[in-house]
């Protein structure tokens, strides 16, 4: 969708602090780990409150496609139909020695999740599985996942351009081994080869040489969820060798998960306490999690507010003034978006690094961030890693998503504060945050009573 007069959406202005409590939908990285798993396992499992979203239903899609029963459990409160709570998952609903099937074709959108833990999966598929997704998919890097399953034993047929679209050839199982790849264009590329590993013949250990991986969290939240579904796994930050892990091989159990909330996906949220000076309180914000938003807590104190657990949730407080911040995001890129914006509000100026691999995400955010704000009247330089923010006044005027979700609730944020903001394909938001506009209506005008 382009930005036609029709598609723009007047993003509200906050005319009071907000004062809300608002529950964020599942979180994407931990839904589509939890389906991977799942569908690798001996036995069926739950998914329960798991993200639907444009990015989990195409990887629940990717994996029925492989043969794997995924099944809406309905919700008992409201009998709707494909409107629950949980995802039951039955990993060899036919009862057939190899429960993984060829032919197959699998979508993978724009989600990267999708792109890069599938290949993996289907190389111990039996037969041809064909990926494909969105133009901007062909770009998006993924030359690290192809060369490496095929140094494990893997057929690929990519027409030498080591990204989308490509064929795997599966033979119903990998021999595994050791491999070395190049991830610093993406954690999810390890992430991909260890969430399969054990179910590997040799199981699978991961070298990586190469720049620094960026989104370590990423890669322990899918340690974590590995161990918990039973693997053995060695990991660099438990005394293990720097940017090694290694997976055994080994059944994986069916379990039930229930998937935290996205807390990049509250980023949005808090950053509407902090510039409205108001008060937002996340629901169900885990104690301890792996979740890289989780730092947001650390961050957005940095740029001037206060948050405590309370027994409702994370309750965050904005401080009144807002400040600058100089940060290495290198570990964390998914908040850069939603952090730009509230830099672009701050009363000083702010530094962002560590952040160059944004520039293969749903969009060059680098790029689409100056521009966009800038377009707004803002003075944002791209650097070699990242970004410049001169808190100027802004004004309104259309801002372009570049079919980003994060992107368009930056946006968002900025129309709090600035007048006349319309922002481009807001329904873009619908990969990993559906209903966001209805959330963040409901957030600033919430029921009474
Ligand atoms: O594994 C995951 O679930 C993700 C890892 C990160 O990817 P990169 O390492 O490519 O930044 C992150 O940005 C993405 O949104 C989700
Ligand atoms: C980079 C992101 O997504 P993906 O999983 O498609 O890489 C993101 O959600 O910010």
Redesign the pocket.
């Known amino acids: 969708m382009t930005g036609t007069l029709e598609a723009l959406w007047p993003a509200p202005t906050a005319t009071d602090p907000v004062d809300a409590v608002v529950t964020v939908p599942g979180s ?2 931990a839904t ?1 780990r939890a389906l991977v798993l799942a569908s690798l396992a001996d036995q069926p499992g739950y998914v329960r409150r798991p993200l639907r979203s444009r990015d989990s239903l195409l990887m629940a899609e990717g994996l029925r496609a492989l043969g794997v029963g995924i099944e809406d459990i309905l919700n008992s409160s409201t009998g709707v139909p494909g409107g629950g709570d949980a995802w039951r998952v039955l990993p060899n609903r036919y009862g057939l020695p190899n429960p993984l099937l060829g032919p197959a074709r699998v979508d993978v959108g724009n989600a ?2 999708v792109m890069r833990f599938l290949p993996p999966v289907a190389a111990l598929a039996d037969g041809a599985v064909h990926f494909d997704g969105d133009p901007r998919s062909h770009e998006r890097p993924l030359g690290g996942v192809i060369t490496a399953l095929r140094a494990l034993g893997a057929r690929i047929e990519d027409e030498g351009r080591g990204a989308l679209p490509l064929t795997v050839h599966g033979t119903g199982g990998l021999v595994g081994g050791t491999v070395t790849v190049d991830a610093s264009s ?3 590329f390890v ?1 991909a080869l260890l969430l399969s590993g054990p179910r590997f013949q040799q199981g699978v250990e991961v070298r990586h040489c190469g720049d620094p991986v ?2 370590l969290p ?1 890669i322990r939240m899918t340690v974590e969820m590995l161990r918990a579904a039973g693997a053995q796994v060695d990991a660099p930050e438990d005394g293990g060798e720097p940017d090694v892990w290694r997976v055994s091989p080994g059944a994986l159990l069916g379990r039930d998960v229930v998937v935290e909330p996205d807390l990049s996906n509250a980023a949005p949220f808090l950053a509407a306490a902090l510039v409205t000076a108001g008060t937002v309180t996340v629901r169900d914000w885990p104690e301890r999690t792996s979740q890289p938003g989780d730092q947001l807590r650390d961050l957005f104190t940095r740029m001037g507010g206060r948050c405590e657990h309370t027994p409702d949730g994370l309750r965050f407080t904005g401080g009144g003034r807002v400040h600058g911040l100089d940060a290495d995001l290198h570990e964390v ?2 908040l850069a978006p939603v952090i730009a914006a509230v830099a672009a509000l701050a009363d000083s100026p702010s530094r962002l690094s560590g952040i160059a ?1 944004l520039r293969l ?1 749903e969009t060059d955010r680098l790029k689409a961030l100056a521009d966009e704000l800038n377009g707004l009247g803002g003075d944002v330089t791209e650097t070699a890693d990242g970004l410049r923010i001169n808190p100027r006044p802004l004004r309104g005027g259309v801002f372009h998503t570049y079919e980003d979700h994060r992107l368009a609730t930056a946006a968002a944020v900025i129309g709090l504060a600035v007048p006349g903001v319309r922002v481009e394909n807001v329904q873009t938001t619908a990969k990993t945050l559906p209903g966001f506009t209805g959330l963040w209506d409901s957030m600033l005008t919430p029921a009474k009573g």
């Open positions: 994407k990285s589509n990267g999740t993406s954690s999810q992430s960026p989104s990423h890129g998914e691999h995400h």
